[in-house]
């Protein structure tokens, strides 16, 4: 599992044991209700700033949302193509 579906399926745990929609998480963090949904279903990567928004909506620490996340599977990078090099 990616470390993305990792956060998204701790965030939605912890959102759903604080009894709350996902447009109740977004108003208390101030995260839009969609990008809550895109990050609940791994379809967009968590910033920094999101990760510790959300957290403290829920009023949890931020490493609860990131539980598990150390031991995910990291696909490899592909290297970004020099600016300028023809391609």
């Known amino acids: 599992m990616e470390p993305r579906e ?3 399926r701790n965030l939605a745990s ?5 009894g709350l929609s ?5 108003f208390r963090s101030g995260v839009h209700r969609t990008e809550v949904s895109n990050l609940e279903t791994a379809k967009q990567e968590p910033r ?8 403290r ?7 609860d949302l990131l ?5 995910a599977e990291l ?4 290297p970004r193509p020099r ?3 023809a391609q």
């Open 6 to 8: 990792i956060f998204a």
């Open 67 to 71: 539980t598990g996340v150390d031991d």
């Open 83 to 85: 600016q300028g090099a």
């Open 14 to 18: 912890r959102r759903r044991d604080a």
């Open 48 to 55: 920094l700033s999101t990760i510790i928004r959300l957290a």
């Open 22 to 26: 996902q447009e109740d998480l977004g």
């Open 57 to 63: 909506g829920l009023g949890i620490p931020t490493t």
């Open 75 to 78: 696909k490899p990078k592909r």
